[in-house]
């Protein structure tokens, strides 16, 4: 019985989790600079793992932690690369 | 017993975790400038994220997947920051003048009219 409720503290966490990635899509569309726009995806894709790794614990698939680790390595070098490129167009990019 | 304690430690940090990106959302959605942003996107975004994933390590107990959500925590501790921080050295080197007191008033953008052709 507690392993059921804790599968749906989970998944409701997950889909609380789902609702506040969709709020940073304000700043992604409505940030007036680029650097902005760039904060905003990065966190909506720190949410996302957050989210990938709840889903593993919530539906008992432990192998969405693998997607969520690439999505991780991904995330960061989005944000590393683009934030270079802003910059004197990122010299070797 | 331990099993009810494990659960209630469970939900404790899942509770902080969804609190601390809670703030991290406004503070993305609220604050006056890109830094402010970077500010709060880099402290609260990463101990929200790193709670959540240590109730999911918490919750996979003693298992070769939870050395996945532990290396994952670890990895989001590190790089979280460094990319906030990257990206709010990319805004001051291309120019963004950080919002003071001293600022006019009219460098801070409206947010109902968002004009992307100013800058």
């Known amino acids: 019985m507690t392993a ?3 599968n749906d503290i989970f998944l409701v966490t997950a889909a ?5 990635a969709i709020m940073m899509f304000y700043r992604a569309v409505a940030g007036p600079t680029t650097q902005d726009r760039l904060l905003a995806v990065n966190v909506l894709g720190t949410n996302t793992v957050v989210i990938l790794a709840l889903l593993a614990a919530g539906l008992g698939e432990p192998w969405f932690l693998d997607i969520a680790l690439i ?3 991904l995330n960061f070098l989005m944000a590393i690369a683009i934030s270079k490129f802003t910059v004197e167009r990122g010299g070797v990019l | 017993m331990i099993e009810q304690l494990r ?8 509770v902080f975790g969804l609190f ?3 703030v991290s959302a406004v503070g993305v959605i609220r604050l006056p400038d890109i830094y402010a942003r970077a500010h709060t996107a880099s402290q609260t975004d990463t101990l929200g994220a790193g709670l959540a994933l240590a109730a999911v390590a918490l919750a996979l107990g003693w298992d070769s997947m939870t050395i996945y959500a532990v ?3 670890f990895f989001v501790f590190i790089t979280n920051p460094t990319a906030a921080h990257a990206i709010a050295r990319s805004a001051a080197e291309s120019g963004i003048v950080p919002l003071t007191d ?3 008033v009219d460098v801070e953008p409206d947010p109902s ?3 992307e052709g100013e800058s």
Request: charge should be negative; aromatic fraction near 20%; glycine fraction near 4%.
């Open chain 1, 4 to 6: 059921d409720l804790l």
């Open chain 2, 20 to 22: 601390f990106t809670f």
């Open chain 2, 71 to 73: 290396l994952l925590l």
């Open chain 2, 113 to 115: 009219t968002p004009d």
């Open chain 2, 7 to 14: 659960f209630w430690g469970i939900v404790v940090l899942l």
């Open chain 2, 102 to 104: 001293e600022t006019e």
């Open chain 1, 71 to 73: 999505y991780a390595l």
């Open chain 1, 16 to 20: 609380l989790f789902v609702v506040l």
